[in-house]
């Protein structure tokens, strides 16, 4: 069964400096990995999406992520954090639940909470 | 982008009774709709599959009787808790496949329903 672990609960960081969340996957194929966005009391804004072709990944909010095969990795990256990126990011990995299935289903990490000092 | 919508996003109800919660997909038809659950700083765990006209699917552990399930028609699946205990208190979270994405693009989430059970 896949998995995935955010080894950081929670990051304090200043505004202005940089930012790399950590996301671990264990799953038997070909990964399809999400970032997510959890605002207080809000639901889920995808930030940006792997499932193919180049390992570097832009999203939204000048977000990236960087798939690692070989490490099982796919860390979110920002270079200079803003005060209203304080919020919970969520790593997630797809998978079918059957051959044949019309749809996947989200595995999610636990969460890592980002603070943001001004 | 596909825009979802929950109702209500907070209810408190009496231990016993039974509450429904409203997944609507306002822009587009969701053929696949989900539900998650999430626990205080926990993850989102997948409760059940939802497929238009079709009986959902439900997650190992999650209690069909308790937590009935209808997608009634492509815009709309509802999520009822019936005899709701202190237990059931949590945040729940549907999520919709927009067909027209294809079949690999991320799910859309609603905002969230916080249910107290008192």
């Known amino acids: 069964a896949q998995s995935v672990t955010q080894p950081d609960i929670h990051i304090t960081v200043s505004e202005g400096a940089s930012l790399e969340l950590r996301c671990n996957y264990s799953?038997?194929?070909?990964?399809?990995l999400f970032w997510y966005v959890q605002s207080p009391g809000q639901g889920l804004q995808l930030l940006l999406k792997y499932f193919s072709g180049d390992t570097l990944v832009q999203g939204i909010k000048g977000f990236e992520a960087e798939f690692k095969r070989s490490q099982s990795s796919f860390n979110l990256r920002k270079p200079s954090v803003h005060w209203s990126d304080a919020a919970e990011y969520f790593c997630?990995?797809?998978?079918?639940?059957?051959?044949?299935?019309?749809?996947?289903?989200?595995?999610f990490g636990k969460g890592t909470k980002l603070s943001v000092i001004p | 982008g596909a825009v979802v919508s929950q109702h209500p996003s907070w209810v408190i109800c009496k231990s016993g009774t039974s509450v429904k919660i409203e997944c609507r997909s306002l822009?587009?038809?969701?053929?696949?709709m989900f539900w998650y659950r999430q626990f205080p700083k926990q993850s989102l765990m997948l409760m059940a599959t939802?497929?238009?006209?079709?009986?959902?699917?439900?997650e190992q552990g999650v209690e069909k009787d308790k937590f009935l399930i209808n997608h009634a028609s492509l815009t709309l699946s509802t999520l009822t808790v019936t005899s709701a205990h202190p237990e059931d208190s949590s945040f729940y979270i549907c999520?919709?496949?927009?067909?027209?994405?294809?079949?690999?693009?991320?799910?859309?989430f609603g905002p969230g329903t916080r249910l107290t059970v008192t």
């Open positions: 997630a990995v797809a998978a079918f639940p059957y051959s044949g299935a019309g749809s996947y289903q989200l595995t």
């Open positions: 822009d587009f038809q969701a053929t696949t």
């Open positions: 799953y038997g194929a070909t990964p399809y």
């Open positions: 999520s919709a496949r927009d067909p027209r994405d294809g079949d690999l693009l991320g799910q859309y």
């Open positions: 939802s497929n238009e006209g079709s009986k959902a699917t439900y």
